[in-house]
């Protein structure tokens, strides 16, 4: 039996900061953004928005009503938790109005927790074909002020919808590789990562050669903390693909930066809308890497009539639709997440919702949050 993504969906914040305004303000050449590291554009979070309002729009641009009432498990992967003992899925579950025999968990494991999140609802609905999983993924990547990671930050959040007979890809079991390595961490009293940048990319890269399948794949989907990590990578890569699919990989993670753990399905949906073949039958390849480190190398099996379940002209819309802000509101913007998630003090009132958000943070009391539907 076949089993799954029946459907993906994703998010990303609708303001951006074009690479432009920072590397001015950063006394750095343009060109190290845009043509070093292959960033043009960065995602920024709106004080109205956490991982919890990202995850619920990327759900419910996928979930039907019928959808709904077969989910009876949400795996929510995140390395920006808001919260050490409550699930933010909780949050999601109430927001979508889902039924209540539901099991919910959060789990991490740097950027590789959504895959191996993935792993497991495939095996789970393997045992219970009848029951479907929501996978969900949700982070804010940042580095801090003039940091050398600032460039790579951004936001974002995806949904896939785990079943069997699934009418968009065919997952296959992956080959995966574990390290303790000291590349990138968080401990829980830091606001950011502590990053040694140029060995996380010689660790990314000794991981890949450990689970590279030898196998030739028309394309290849990277984990892409930055978008030329796409180039790199498939550089050590056995059968690199060519340099025009590179540029469909690697397109939307241009225009938004890391996600953490959506960034490598941020790609798959950047090859489901930019391909110009059909990928019917096509069978890709995904390379999943978390820092710590964890890699794992698996492929899905694209399934005929996928057109119908994947809408590449409303995932280009959502990126095309994203209003630029200038350097100012960027500092305005992360500095405001910075210190809500510090202090867990938030009235909705003092920001205006984006007018295309269907989700908002109403407030924060005491830490507990509290969410609106736009259209309730
Ligand atoms: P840096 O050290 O400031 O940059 O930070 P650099 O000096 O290495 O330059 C970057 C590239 O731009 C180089 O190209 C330069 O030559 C080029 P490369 O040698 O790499 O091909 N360059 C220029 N090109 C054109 N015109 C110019 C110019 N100047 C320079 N004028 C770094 C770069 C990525 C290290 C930094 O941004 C960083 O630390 N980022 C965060 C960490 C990261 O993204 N690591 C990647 C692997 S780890 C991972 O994927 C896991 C992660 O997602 C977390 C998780 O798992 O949870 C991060």
Redesign the pocket.
Known sequence: MKIGIDKIGFYVPRYFLDMTSLAKERN??V??YK???GQHKMAVISPSEDIVTMALEAANSILDDTDKAAIDTILFAT?TAIDYSKAAGNYVHRMLGLQHNIRILELKQ???AATGSLQLAIDYVRMQPDKKVLVLSSDV?W?GFN??????QGAGAIAMLVSANPRLAEVHKGQFTTEELP??YRPSYQEV?T????L??R??NDMLKRVDPNTSYLYTCF????A??A??ANKVFSNPISQDKIDVVKAFTQEVG?I??G?LFLSLISVLSLAKESLENETIGMFS?????IGEFFSLTIQEGYEHVFDKTKALSHLDSRDEINFKTYVEYMTFYKDKEVTHQYIASDFKAHKDNQFVLEQMVQGHRIYKKVSD
């Open positions: 750095q050449d060109n190290k043509v070093g590291i390395e740097a950027c590789y990547a580095y940091t050398p990671g600032e460039s790579t590349d990138f990562p990053v040694d940048g140029h996380s990319i660790c990314y984990h892409m903390p930055f030329n990590m180039v790199k890391n953490y753990n960034s890497y978390g820092s710590g480190a």
